[in-house]
Every structure is written in structure tokens, then in C-alpha cells.
């Protein structure tokens, strides 16, 4: 429920927490570990005569409340109506309160929730050793402040906090503010076991004897914290426990904020600089992990003072790192909380994991700006904080990383896949209206983040980057310590622009879905018209679908041509353009659309692609698109590889990552044994030569194309497409340190980095022309025979890895050997059969031997269900297997033959014939 402020609104809130952890006895009679005192004194302004005051609560118990006003009059409430099911309370008076001031004081208690209770919201226990004060968090967005303290738990209502913890005297307590003091405090519980207990409802017996039932006695303080700028309530945080901590500064300009408000930052500057004290909280012994996280919070800090061009309000900021929190990470103004895994760096930590931390670092720290600074005026405007964190996340991680190609995986990771969900039949509007907590928490998904990012990310493409950092800075300038709804947005760049913004943009909040462009060509009086038409992108509608958004659309006509801004806001339009040269409906790839070419169009595309004269973001954008339009039957299966292998020259390893989201699948869509398939693995080695002469086959862990590194080579072996002259030398001193790894019984997981190095070298000595001819007498087998060997005297549970890796040879007679297996497999400990049917796949020379074994009828012993690999042979087979096999696809398969597409292969043997007549 959202309260109305017209009559009664806050102005500063005074909130003490006393957390006490509870004996294992009393905690299992208050179904708590860990209790928590609280007293809240909410300054309010009476606008209106009433009676009565509404605050959010859920979950507190009440013990006082008075309320002081006019010559401080003091009122106890006559009634007390607590209305759990919409989270308030409202507290009735039996004399008027009149307009002006008035301050309402409430004491209450209330139960921490548990680290293992799947909704960790308001104050929570991230651990409790026993021995130690436990670690307890806050999370309190979206509307969870009110589980910690009765308030006006909305973002409109801002006001100013004082903030007090009361803990033990050797535990750390930090919230939103720095610390402005710290006393020593008796070791007083405010309410005593009978009170609580009562409150509770777990009445006790008056001679019960739990009278002393804290968990930790001792020496106690009060820490006081500065008053907090004009804040809503879901950023309010504080954290207690044991950390360690580490703290740097950055130096950055002073841009004060220009606006008359009632709270003036209390900034301390020395020649118009400041410096911002960024302090890292970890659990003790793990500050050294904490690094790098620290270190890229600098730069995000710096640059979003330096591109907003206004200087944040509170004085410092901290990175509190939770081993449960909710999510991955919270804004709480100036205490952030991160999840661990998605905050600390180690020696071990994946690469893409390390690009996604810093993700997550700049979009937090934007937050301090946008959110927390400037904030939506309800949560149906969520996207205006959430999608453009999203947005600058991946301009700092750009600014700071170029040589990742970070918008590449925004096009593919997030433009992409919210492409996707905008497609399905239940999308709904980047805004919408929204009333009930359990409404608000649903709009923290894909549409308020991706959607909101792209939609962004569109206008400022458009509108150039000048005037999107104005926009920015304009809009925090009018809304800084306030509230703003998306229109206050577009009449900012409305002003700054040429364009009605708010008209373009306005039908991309509030209408769900997003147009296709279909681009088609002909010829006039000797010039190519390029038509344009927009349709809806609706994955369950088979119809077509006329559409009319107001489309910013930026167009590029062929590497030397103009580039080129239009409005597209009719159902058709032409244009003409040069017709030798490719043409691009999306020039950047910013626009929230796809684009779906001609055939000619399409072709000439790939071309510019091959040419390299598209940028990466365009080359990645429009293959990404390709696989899309593929799977809904709208381009054929020789226009997509068509695609991809116009990335035969490409040095840019997300390119590769994005191919290997894909191919396997379309691969299988061509017959093993056909032509077609010869001629497509031969442009497919072209295409992974290409890749492992650029980066490598073997690399450090810290390489960020190590990952995309194994998944090619996975990739190349399954298709049978390895270009086995590249990296000869380094796959052989791989090979022989992974060898006595496997000797002395090193685990080897299936598909991992040594199982993948391993497969490879052995597919590759088995073909006799790699093999030097002072090496066939030493080598031959040799490698094939050493792992065999291995794999009969190693552990059980290893033997079916170090089986699958024999089975990669292609030598015949060293599968002969393998006989006995594909027999009855008999080792156990491990699956097999998916593993297996996907070499049997890649593996023709395997697949043609078992289809002469399993054919045979002095084996008919060995085809049963009891086989994993007679079942993981039967897995793949199409059409012609069967007819070899005289098998009957009804009685005597688990699944139905692989089938081709006959239309779809001569589009691929034509495609073939366009790209290589050879």
C-alpha cells in the first residue's frame, strides 16, 4: 500500500538497534537465533488536522508508542490497528494533531531472520559461529525498511536518518554515514524475558528461570553515525560483526550540487578537491581477495563524478561483502553489500566471473547517483535506476577494459536474450503500474534492467554522446534529494535535442514488444530503393503483424557512405542507397529492433563482414540476429552459416563465443556422411584456424579468451574440424605434463582442459600424415597405448573419462581395440551414454565402425538396452543408419532417427558454391 503524505510526511527519522544473539535455549523456545531492540523516533510535518497516523511495519512488536506535538503535548494512542496482510499499522489518537511538527517515538523488538531462511530481507544473519557475535545484514529493497523499523517505507518519502547501533564492545557496526561518535553503554536489556516473551506470543511462566538470555555479556557501546542527505527508506543499511578492512581514497574534483534543499553536504574540500575514503569489509582473513574489487571501485567512483559533472553527498562508501545476500549486490547509500563469489578475486577466479564483478561494481556505484541521489518517484518507474545502472555498468567496464568488447557481450548477454523475453506472448511494458510489495518484486526482472539498458543505450546512440552526459547531469542537477517520474527524463533531452523525445520514447516504456525492420530492394530508373517495413516481433504469432513505433533508427550506407538519422515512424518507408555496397539498418547495433535483410542484402552484408569493414558490435548484432531469424524458419540454413563464416578473418574472440553458442546445434542438421558436410567442415576449420592462430590453443587462466579457448576446441573436435598443423609443438608439451598427471591418477573431468588437450592429441596421431617419420618407430600408438594402459590401472571412476578420450582416435585398427567396451561397457562410477553419443557423433570413422559391428549378427549378443554404448549408438542415428541396419525406427529405438531438411542442405550446397566454388 502506498501511504499518502498529503496530510502527515516525515522528516527525520532517529532509529537505535541493540541485535542480541540468544542462547541455543531460548532461541529455539522465540524461534530465533538472534533477537533485536529497536526504538524509532520519526520527526514528522502535519500538513492536514487529523487523528490518526499510518506507518509501514511487518513483523515488529510493539511495546510503546507516544507521540509529542504543539507545546509538547504527550499522547498515548487509544487504538492500535495492525493490518499484517497490507503491511501497516495505524495508531489512533483521542485529541486532534493539529498542523506543524510533531515527533511519534516507538519502541519494539523484533526476530532477525536466519541465513537459512530463503527470504533474507531487512535485518538478516549472514553467519553465526557461536563462539562470536554473528554477522547480520540489511536488505531492505524494495520494501523491507519497514521489518527493521516503522516508517514511510516508499521512495518519495525522503527524510534525513540519525542512525545508532549498540553492540559488543570488539564488534564492528557500520551503516549508510561515517561515524560521528562512539560511548560506552552499561549492559542493559531494555525489556525483560517475560516481555518479550509476551510480545513474541510465547508467554512464559513468571518463575521461568531464562532471565539471562543473551548469548554474549560484557563491556557494550553505542556507535552514532552523521545524519544521512534527504534518503528513501530502502537505502537504509548497516552492518555488525567481525571484518577485516581495507581502505583506499580517491582524489576527485568538487562539483557542488546547485539546488536549494534542506540538507547541504557537509563536504570537506581542499582546493576544490575532495577525497572519498572506499573501504573494503570482508570476512576476517579474506582482505586480500578484495583487491581488485576495491581498486575498480575507484575508477567507477571517479568516473561517474567526472561524466555527471556533480559530486556524490555522502562522504565516503563501503563494499560489505555477504556470503547470502539476496541478490548479487544492494546500493545502500554508502554502505553497498555485495554477494562474496561476486566480489572476491582469487588466483582461481574465472576471467568471465572477474568481468563480471566489475559489472557489478559500477553498477552499485552508479546507484549512489542514480537512485540514491535522484530516485523514481514510485516503483512503476523502476527502469529509471535499474536500466541505466545497466547502461553505465557497461560504459565503465568499456571506459576502463576496452580490450574486452564489453558492448559485444551486452549484445549478446543482454540486448540479445531481452530481445528474447520482449518476443514472448507475457512480456509487459518497461512500465507498469504496480501497488503491492509482491507487485513491486516482480518488476525487478529481465524488462525493467535489459529493456530499460537497450532502450538507453538507443536514445543516446542517437542523440550522440554529448548530449546523453548533459542529460544525465541535468537530470540529477533537478532532482538531486528528490524524487522524478520518466517524463522528467525525456523533457531534458527534448530540450537539449531537435527531436520530441518524449513522443519517440514514450511508446518503448509504456507499449510491450518491439518492431522487426524488414529491408527489401528493387530497382528504379537505374537507383536501388531500399524499402522499409515494420512488423511486431511475436514468437506465438505466426501472422504477420503491421507496426508503427517511432523507431530512431541509424543508417549506414557501405564502408565510405554517410551515416544517417531518421525517425521511422510509419508502417513503411523508402529510401535509395547505392547498390554495390552493403547497407545497415542498425548502424552501432543500439537500436532496440532486429533487422531482417533480403537475400541479397544479406549476402552483401556478410561480405562487408569479411571485408572488415563492419565494426565488431554490427558483425556480432547481425549474426546474432541470423540464428534468431534461422530459428523462426525466416532465412535458410545456408544464409546462417553464410554468416558465420564470414567471420573466417575475424580477431575478435567474442565473435567466436557467440559462433560456439550455436554451431554444434546446426551443425547436426547436415548428414555425416554427405558432401554438403565435407564442404562445411572445411570452411569450419578455416574458421577455428583463424582462432588458435590468434590466441592460442593453450593459455594462462587469467587470458580472457581462455574460456572461449576450451570451448573451441571442444567445438572442433566434436565436428570434426581441428586444424591439427596449428599448435602441433604446444599440444605435445601439454600433453606429455597432462600425461603423468594421468599416470599417477589425476583426475580427469570429462570435457575439461586436460581431457580436451589429451582427445586432441590422440585424434591427431592417428592419422599417420602428422606424424614425422622419426617419430612413427618411437611415437605410433604410443599415446593411444600409454592412456589405455592408464585407464586399466586407474581408479574406476576414472576409466570412462580416459575411455572417451580413446575413442576420439580414427585410426581403425586402435578402435578395434576398443571392441570389448562398446561390447559391454564394464566399468562403473560413471554415466557414459550422453558422453559417448556425443564422440560417436563427431567421430565418423567411429560411427561407421559401429554401425558395421552393431549390423552384424554375430554380435546381435551385444545390442541391448543393458549396453550404454549400444544405447549412445542408437541416440544418433538418421535415416540411412537405419536402412543399413535394417532397423525399424517404431520397435527398435528410444528415440526417433535424426531427419534432414532436404531444401535446407541445397541451400547450404548453394551458399557453399557462392563462397568457394572449389
Known amino acids: 500500500v502506498m501511504l499518502s503524505t498529503e496530510h502527515v510526511s516525515p522528516k527525520k527519522y532517529n532509529i537505535s538497534l541493540q541485535p542480541v544473539p540468544l542462547k541455543e535455549e531460548v532461541a529455539s523456545f522465540w524461534r530465533a537465533d538472534v533477537i533485536c531492540f529497536g526504538s524509532v523516533q520519526i520527526d514528522l510535518e502535519v ?3 487529523t487523528n490518526q497516523i499510518t506507518l509501514n511495519c511487518l513483523d515488529l512488536y510493539i511495546s510503546e508508542t507516544t507521540l509529542t506535538h504543539g507545546q509538547k503535548q504527550l499522547l498515548k494512542p487509544t487504538r492500535t490497528d495492525i493490518q499484517p496482510s497490507k503491511e501497516i499499522v495505524t495508531f489512533h489518537f483521542e485529541s486532534e494533531i493539529s498542523p506543524g511538527s510533531a515527533t511519534i517515538a516507538i519502541d519494539y523488538v523484533f526476530r532477525v531472520a536466519p541465513a537459512r531462511q530463503r527470504e533474507r530481507k531487512g535485518l538478516w544473519m549472514d553467519s553465526d559461529p557461536k563462539d562470536q557475535f554473528p554477522t547480520l545484514i540489511t536488505q531492505c529493497e524494495p520494501c523491507d525498511s519497514r521489518k527493521i523499523f516503522l516508517g514511510f517505507d516508499q521512495p518519495s518519502a525522503k527524510a534525513l536518518f540519525d542512525i545508532n547501533i549498540i553492540v559488543p564492545e570488539n564488534v564492528t557496526a557500520n551503516s549508510n554515514m561515517p561515524i560521528a561518535s562512539t560511548s560506552e553503554i552499561p549492559d542493559y536489556l531494555p525489556m525483560t524475558f517475560h516481555q518479550i516473551s509476551t510480545l513474541l506470543g510465547a508467554p512464559a511462566d513468571p518463575s521461568d528461570p531464562h532471565e539471562s538470555f543473551q548469548r554474549f555479556s560484557g563491556p557494550m557501546k553505542c556507535v552514532s553515525f552523521a545524519s544521512t542527505p534527504l534518503m528513501s527508506t530502502y537505502l537504509f543499511g548497516i552492518c555488525v560483526g567481525h571484518f577485516d578492512t581495507k581502505t583506499a581514497s580517491v582524489t576527485i574534483p568538487y562539483f557542488p550540487i546547485d539546488r536549494s534543499t534542506d540538507y547541504a553536504p557537509q563536504l570537506v574540500q581542499v582546493e576544490n578537491k575532495l577525497n572519498i575514503p572506499i573501504t573494503i569489509y570482508t570476512p576476517p582473513g579474506e582482505i586480500e581477495f578484495g583487491e581488485f574489487s576495491l581498486n575498480f571501485a575507484l575508477k567507477c567512483y571517479e568516473f561517474c563524478n567526472s561524466h555527471f559533472q556533480l559530486t556524490n553527498a555522502i562522504p565516503k562508501l563501503d563494499i560489505v561483502t555477504a556470503e547470502f545476500l539476496p541478490g548479487l549486490g544492494m546500493e545502500n547509500w554508502g554502505m553497498m553489500t555485495f554477494r562474496q563469489e561476486f566480489c572476491l578475486v582469487g588466483d582461481f ?14 553498477h552499485e556505484i552508479s546507484h549512489q547517483w542514480f537512485g540514491n541521489l535522484a530516485t523514481m518517484n514510485w516503483w512503476n518507474a523502476l527502469w529509471i535506476k535499474e536500466g541505466l ?17 564489453y558492448w559485444c557481450h551486452f549484445i549478446k548477454d543482454i540486448f540479445n536474450q531481452v530481445l528474447l523475453m520482449d518476443a514472448e506472448a507475457n512480456t509487459h511494458p518497461v512500465q507498469v503500474e504496480v501497488s503491492t510489495p509482491h507487485d513491486i518484486k516482480e518488476m525487478f526482472d529481465m524488462i525493467s534492467y535489459a529493456k530499460g539498458a537497450s532502450i538507453m543505450r538507443m536514445l543516446a546512440r542517437f542523440l550522440g554522446s554529448e548530449i546523453c552526459w548533459k542529460g544525465l547531469h541535468l537530470f540529477l542537477k533537478f532532482h538531486s534529494f528528490s524524487t522524478a517520474v520518466t517524463n522528467d527524463m525525456w523533457k ?7 527531436y520530441d523525445v518524449e513522443k519517440i520514447m514514450t511508446p518503448w516504456i509504456e507499449v510491450p514488444g518491439h518492431p522487426i525492420i524488414v529491408v527489401e530492394e528493387k530497382e528504379e530508373n537505374h537507383e536501388r530503393i531500399i524499402s522499409l517495413k515494420q512488423i511486431w516481433d511475436r514468437l506465438e504469432n505466426s501472422q504477420v503483424e503491421e507496426c508503427q513505433m517511432p523507431i530512431p533508427v541509424i543508417l549506414k550506407h557501405g564502408n565510405s557512405g554517410n551515416t544517417v538519422r531518421l525517425i521511422f515512424d510509419t508502417t513503411t518507408v523508402s529510401l535509395t542507397s547505392p547498390s554495390s555496397t552493403w547497407i545497415s539498418m542498425n548502424w552501432g547495433h543500439s537500436g532496440f529492433y532486429r533487422v531482417l535483410y533480403s537475400e541479397n542484402l544479406f549476402s552483401q552484408f556478410c561480405r562487408g563482414i ?5 565494426p565488431i558490435e554490427d558483425a556480432v548484432g547481425f549474426l546474432i540476429d541470423s540464428h534468431y531469424f534461422f530459428k523462426r524458419e525466416t532465412i535458410t540454413l545456408g544464409q546462417l552459416l553464410e554468416a558465420t563464416f564470414s567471420f573466417s578473418s575475424c580477431q575478435d574472440y567474442i565473435a567466436f563465443e557467440t559462433i560456439n553458442s550455436f554451431i554444434l546445434k546446426i551443425f547436426k542438421l547436415i548428414p555425416k556422411m554427405s558432401r554438403v558436410n565435407r564442404g562445411v567442415k572445411i570452411q569450419l576449420e578455416k574458421l577455428y584456424r583463424n582462432f588458435f592462430e590468434n590466441f592460442g590453443i ?4 587469467s587470458d580472457p579468451q581462455d574460456e572461449i579457448r576450451w570451448a573451441s576446441l571442444e567445438l572442433a573436435l566434436l565436428m570434426d574440424c581441428f586444424p591439427y598443423d596449428v599448435g602441433r609443438v604446444e599440444l605435445q608439451l601439454e600433453t606429455e605434463r597432462i600425461l603423468k598427471l594421468v599416470e599417477n591418477s589425476r583426475k580427469i573431468p570429462i570435457y575439461g582442459p586436460e581431457f580436451l588437450i589429451l582427445a586432441a592429441m590422440v585424434q591427431m596421431e592417428s592419422f599417420p600424415d602428422f606424424q614425422d617419420e622419426d617419430q612413427v618407430e618411437n611415437s605410433g600408438n604410443n599415446l593411444f597405448q600409454r592412456i589405455h594402459s592408464a585407464m586399466l590401472n586407474t581408479q574406476t571412476t576414472e576409466q570412462t573419462s580416459l575411455f572417451l578420450i580413446l575413442c576420439h582416435s580414427k585410426n581403425p585398427e586402435q578402435i578395434s581395440e576398443l571392441d570389448p567396451y562398446f561390447d559391454g561397457y564394464p566399468f562403473r562410477g560413471s554415466s557414459i551414454q550422453s558422453h559417448l553419443q556425443k564422440v560417436m557423433e563427431s567421430n565418423v570413422e567411429l560411427h561407421e565402425h559401429l554401425l558395421r559391428r552393431y549390423s552384424d549378427p554375430e554380435n546381435s549378443d551385444h545390442c541391448h538396452r543393458e549396453n550404454p554404448c549400444f544405447n549412445a549408438f542408437l541416440q544418433g542415428l538418421d535415416d540411412q543408419d537405419l536402412y543399413k541396419m535394417a532397423l525399424d525406427p517404431k520397435n527398435d529405438l528410444t528415440a526417433p532417427p535424426i531427419k534432414f531438411d532436404e531444401n535446407q542442405i541445397a541451400s547450404v550446397q548453394a551458399m557453399l558454391g557462392r563462397i568457394s566454388p572449389d
Not at 492 to 498: E, G, T, V
Open 47 to 49: 500538513k492536514q488536522a
Open 349 to 362: 577466479t574465472q576471467f568471465s566471473r572477474k568481468q563480471r564483478i566489475a559489472r557489478l561494481i559500477g
Open 389 to 405: 545502472a545497466r547502461f553505465l555498468e557497461y560504459e565503465m567496464v568499456h571506459h576502463y577494459f576496452p580490450e574486452w568488447k
Open 492 to 498: 531534458i533531452y527534448s530540450q537539449l535535442s531537435s
Open 610 to 614: 569479411s571485408a572488415e569493414e563492419i
Open 698 to 701: 593453450v593459455g594462462p587462466s
